[in-house]
Structure formats: C-alpha cells, structure tokens
C-alpha cells in the first residue's frame, strides 16, 4: 500500500505531501512500482517535477541510476526524453548519476535522443558533464548523437558537440555505412555540411557499405551543385573515387544527368571519366563535348 500511494504521489505536484511521507521511518523513497518498475525519484523526473527531485536527492537512500522495467530508462533519461531541462540539471548535479546508461529498447544514451531531437539546452547541459560520452552508438543502427543531429540538421546541436575534441566525427551507422558528413548531404543540410567540413579531423572521402558512394558522388548523381561546392574546398577530397557499384565518378555521373555546371566544377579540380565509361557512354560525353567546343 505504502508503495502505491507513494509511487502516485511522486508523480503528482504536490512536494508538500511528499517532505511529511518522507519524514516517516517506514517510507521507502526508492521502491519501484511494480507495473513498470519506475521509482518515485523516475515519476518526479518523468514529469518534470524539479521540488520534488531535489528533495529526493537529498536523501542517502535514494538510487538515483534506477532503471524502469518497461524500457529500461533512468531519471536522466526520462528527464532528457521530455525536455525536461532543470530536472536534467539537478540530476547532473549529482556525481553518482551515470550519463551515459543506455535504454534496453534501442540502446540510446540520454545525449543521442537530446540530439535527435534538437533539444540544445539538454544537449548544452549534457556536455558540461566531462564523463559523459559523445560518442555512444546505439546498438540498433550504431548511430553516434553526432549522426542523428547531422541527418536532422539540427545546426546548433552539431556546434555543441563539435567543439568536443574528442567527438568522432567520421563513425558510420549499422545499416549503410554512413558518416554524419554522408547523411548532412543526403538530407541537404548545408549548414551543416559547413560545420562538419571544418574539422580538419573529418575524412570526406568515405563510401557508404550500400552503394560504395561518396558523399560527393551521391552530390554529383542528385544533382545538388551547392553540395558539390562546398565539397570541392577541401584541398584533402578526392574527385575521381568511383562507385564500387556502377564505377561511376562524380563526374561520368553528372555527365550522366546533364549537369554541365557540376561537371565543370568536378573538371576543374581535376575531375575524369575512366576510358570504359568514356567509351560505353559516348552518347552521354557528346553534349560536354561541345560545351566546351563552343565556350
């Protein structure tokens, strides 16, 4: 009975009626639920209720790393997932709160939902804690937070964990091989494209597992010539890497599709078409052909 009534109470704003249970020797402040195995100190969190945390937190009996039987999420971690960023604050307050527990379903640490999410402020508050770490993958995709903010184009986000100097900004997800930079551009991120190509740490040339495509390739065959730019200023990438698929180059691909201000672009840093495509695809070549014939 006594789990019960607490339990709920945890959960409702009422931190006065939670100091006098507290004050009783035979209440239990840590004890579970037992239809999801959350805590009072995880209903608090849950539901932003920051009062009550505090005075939770307080006590030397309170577990504060407890994990619901549901999902396996922590206070932290419920807090994060609603935004809840005092509640956040308070817990990382405390030394013995892990950030980086994971949750049973999808294996996502705290920061790597914040940042999918786009919540800055969590995402800020996260990263002034030194242990915690920026590059967790989770263990459905294997996607680091770096990569779900790069696809999302969460611009903020990616400042924040960029300024890291140990953020891994070249890991690839489980399911095709694609690096933050890789995604940025197939979502047509820009800003973020920007960002990334800043970190002199960053490799610009890595394939998807998929198709064995660049992220320039993949520029060069959607025909998105302000990817291809931004690109090209990197004095370390590579034009000519072709496709493990098709042997396509960026620039027999933009030939391909009639990109012509692409395929200059590629041209002028050195960009060529391998003899077997120049020859299969002839039909293609002729139009650049006489571009230049007539330029």
């Given at each position: ?26 209440i ?5 639920d ?25 006590r030397?009996?309170i ?26 604050r ?56 770096l ?20 953020i ?12 933050p ?40 065959k ?9 690109l090209?200023?990197r ?33 002028e ?27």
């Amino acid at each position: 009975m006594a789990e019960h009534r607490f339990g709920w109470l945890s959960s409702a704003a009422n931190e006065g009626v939670v100091r006098i249970l507290l004050e009783r020797n035979d209440i239990n402040p840590d004890m579970a639920d037992t239809k999801y195995g959350q805590t009072p100190l995880s209903w608090a969190a849950e539901n932003g209720h920051e009062g009550i945390v505090r005075r939770l937190l307080k006590r030397d009996d309170i577990s504060p790393n407890t994990a619901d039987i549901q999902y396996g999420r922590t206070p932290l971690w419920l807090a994060v997932q609603y935004g809840h960023e005092g509640v956040v604050r308070i817990l990382l307050e405390r030394n013995d709160v892990n950030p980086n527990i994971a949750d049973d379903k999808h294996g996502r640490t705290p920061l790597s939902w914040a940042a999918e999410n786009g919540h800055e402020g969590v995402v800020e508050i996260m990263l002034g804690r030194s242990d915690t770490n920026p590059n967790i993958a989770d263990t459905e995709s294997r996607r680091t937070p770096l990569s779900w903010a790069a696809e999302n184009g969460h611009e903020m986000v990616v400042k924040r964990l960029l300024k890291r100097n140990d953020i891994n900004t070249n890991t690839t997800d489980f399911q095709h091989g694609r690096t933050p930079l890789w995604l940025a551009i197939q979502y047509g991120h820009e800003g973020v494209v920007r960002m990334l190509l800043e970190r002199k740490d960053l490799i610009p040339n890595v394939a998807d597992t998929r198709y064995g495509q660049t992220p320039l390739s993949y520029a060069a065959k959607h025909g998105h010539e302000g990817m291809v730019r931004i690109l090209l200023e990197r004095g370390d990438l590579n034009p000519n890497i072709p496709d493990t698929g098709s042997r396509q180059t960026p620039l027999s691909r933009a030939i391909r599709n009639g990109d012509y201000r692409i395929a200059d672009l590629l041209r002028e840093r050195g960009g060529w078409v391998p003899g077997y495509l120049a020859i299969s695809q002839k039909l293609f070549l002729l139009p650049f052909c006489f571009s230049y014939a007539l330029s």
